[in-house]
């Protein structure tokens, strides 16, 4: 292990430290794990239709999973040869498209929608082909990052080389799932409710995370990021939020 790995995983572990040991639970909840590990699998029923959007190779639902639900699962992703390496058996349909110009046929019972839509310049059509895919009383369950956090901000600004050979150094891992073009593009809390009235959807349950691990490898900037969470926090609410996941629910209404 080179000197700079350990000198920056030495920051991680002082990070996380720190954390755990001056601030609240309200803060150290991983948005990304909540979403994967418990909000989103609370809403999985037996015979569910889902719909997969942007899951490509990774179904969010397992196969041992899909099977003793007996979910019919639909993959929805803009590349063909992600949607083919798929384990067999994760999808038993797929659809090759940019969501925001999918028109569903209102029969899905759910749509996932993890960490894609920040991807997308046409967050709004996105959101409307969304409700399209679910029967009335259907629910998307989204998890999104902010396009009010630092590291959204910095994202936007930084050339697509740059901040791709910045994030692949600092985090080795993410090279085979990360480093996608992101816009977040209307990727804030008030933005989303509002996006889903416009689309025939009603808000459910939602949670707000204040928390990224992106500043970690430095501490004294991780110190400072935190600080600036918290005080952003008590002046503007959810829309400070690192990432959010939120339910929405396609109204009995709707058409």
């Not at 509002?194 to 928390?211: D, H, N, P, T, V």
């Not at 110190?223 to 008590?234: E, G, P, S």
Request: aromatic content about 14%; glycine content about 8%.
């Amino acid at each position: 292990m080179s000197v700079l790995r350990k000198f920056m995983n030495a920051n991680v572990s002082l990070s996380k430290w720190f954390d755990r040991r001056f601030l609240p639970s309200t803060f150290l909840v991983d948005g990304n794990k909540d979403f994967i590990n418990r909000m989103a699998p609370s809403y999985l029923q037996q015979g569910m239709k889902i719909y997969d959007v942007g899951g490509g190779k990774q179904p969010f639902v397992d196969v041992n999973k899909k099977q003793q639900l007996g979910l019919t699962v639909v993959g929805i992703d803009i590349c063909q040869s992600e949607l083919d390496r798929a384990p067999v058996g994760g999808y038993d349909e797929t659809i090759c498209a940019d969501i925001a110009k999918v028109e569903g046929f209102g029969d899905g019972d759910l749509v996932i929608c993890q960490a894609v839509l920040e991807h997308f310049k046409d967050t709004e059509g996105a959101i409307r082909s969304i409700a399209t895919l679910l029967k009335p009383g259907g629910k998307a369950l989204i998890f999104v990052p902010s396009r009010n956090a630092i590291f959204a901000r910095l994202n936007i600004l930084l050339p697509e080389n740059i901040k791709r050979k910045i994030l692949f150094s600092v985090y080795p891992s993410t090279s085979t799932a990360q480093g996608f073009p992101s816009f977040y593009y209307k990727c804030t809390p008030n933005d989303f409710i509002a996006m889903a009235k416009q689309s025939g959807l009603k808000e459910g349950e939602s949670r707000y995370y204040f928390i990224s691990s992106y500043f970690s490898f430095l501490f004294p900037v991780y110190l400072v990021w935190r600080f600036w969470i918290m005080l952003f926090k008590a002046i503007a609410g959810r829309q400070a939020a690192e990432t959010f996941s939120m339910v929405l629910v396609k109204d009995d209404s709707s058409t």
